[in-house]
């Protein structure tokens, strides 16, 4: 029985979800949200990060020969160098470097040329004006040499599974917070137990915590239910400033007993008896 509300429960996905899911996007992960302003800025040695999914990811490698990727303000074009690529599970995400340093206080648009108008980048929505508007920076006056600090150590806080059309939703959340300059992110390092293979990829921070895994799609990471892997974390700041890496931490990926809706048929049925 519980087999089966399971099953009706992943009848409901809107077929939005599946839509996403088969074509994928371009967005943009820089820039913090200066609290006046209510503007997007990034550092004068600030870098861009570009993450594609889906039928985007071909686009990534031909960035710069295919797809020219740069910054524009008023007459000033500035180019973006490729510095990393991370490929994730049906993603990929290009660190990029302006070929010189920004003009504090002049604003940069975003752009990347020719790609095809279905899979152009995607916009930000600017709570101010309640719209939809280009991926736009202005230029802070720092510039950020400073190595991000840890404020405590990693630790796993919790899992997610669950079954979709596309896929399962795998993800393991991890405690971190760190200080610095700028805003943060994670460099994460993923490998299977006793493997040799590595997966490297940036993620976000969602106030104090990361997560780690993959939605029915794509994600950052590909996660094998059940399998034992060891993960270590890297502070990465706005301007490609890296700590020192955590210590690794072992953990097991979710499985079928992490689905929320599982647990609360466990909870229920163990209540009945």
């Not at 996403?20 to 997007?40: E, L, P, Q």
């Not at 991926?135 to 950020?144: N, Q, V, Y």
């Not at 997966?199 to 950052?220: E, F, P, R």
Request: with cysteine; net charge positive.
């Amino acid at each position: 029985m519980k087999t089966l509300l399971l099953f009706l429960l992943t009848l409901f996905i809107p077929a939005s979800a599946f839509a996403k899911c088969a074509s994928g996007s371009i967005s943009c992960m820089s820039g913090s949200v200066d609290s006046k302003t209510k503007r997007i800025t990034l550092n004068r040695n600030g870098l861009i990060i570009l993450h594609f999914s889906g039928q985007t990811v071909p686009f990534a490698r031909e960035l710069n020969k295919t797809y020219p990727v740069y910054l524009l303000s008023g007459g000033n074009k500035v180019s973006l160098l490729p510095m990393e690529t991370y490929t994730g599970y049906g993603t990929i995400e290009v660190v990029l470097k302006p070929e010189t340093l920004l003009n504090a206080g002049d604003t940069y648009t975003l752009k990347i040329d020719s790609l095809p108008e279905y899979y152009r980048l995607k916009e930000r929505y600017n709570e101010e004006s309640k719209q939809w508007v280009p991926w736009s920076f202005e230029i802070t006056e720092l510039l950020d040499t400073t190595i991000p600090t840890l404020i405590a150590a990693p630790a796993e806080r919790g899992k997610k599974f669950m079954r979709f059309g596309c896929g399962p939703v795998s993800h393991v959340y991890f405690s971190l917070k760190g200080k610095d300059n700028s805003a943060l992110f994670v460099l994460a390092t993923l490998k299977s137990l006793g493997g040799v293979n590595k997966q490297k990829h940036i993620v976000k921070i969602y106030g104090d915590s990361v997560k780690i895994g993959h939605s029915m799609c794509s994600g950052d990471f590909s996660l094998g239910m059940g399998k034992c892997y060891e993960i270590t974390f890297q502070l990465m700041d706005q301007s490609g400033n890296l700590s020192a890496a955590s210590k690794p931490i072992e953990f097991v990926a979710p499985g079928v007993n992490d689905n929320p809706y599982a647990r609360k048929m466990n909870r229920l049925g163990s209540a009945n008896q």
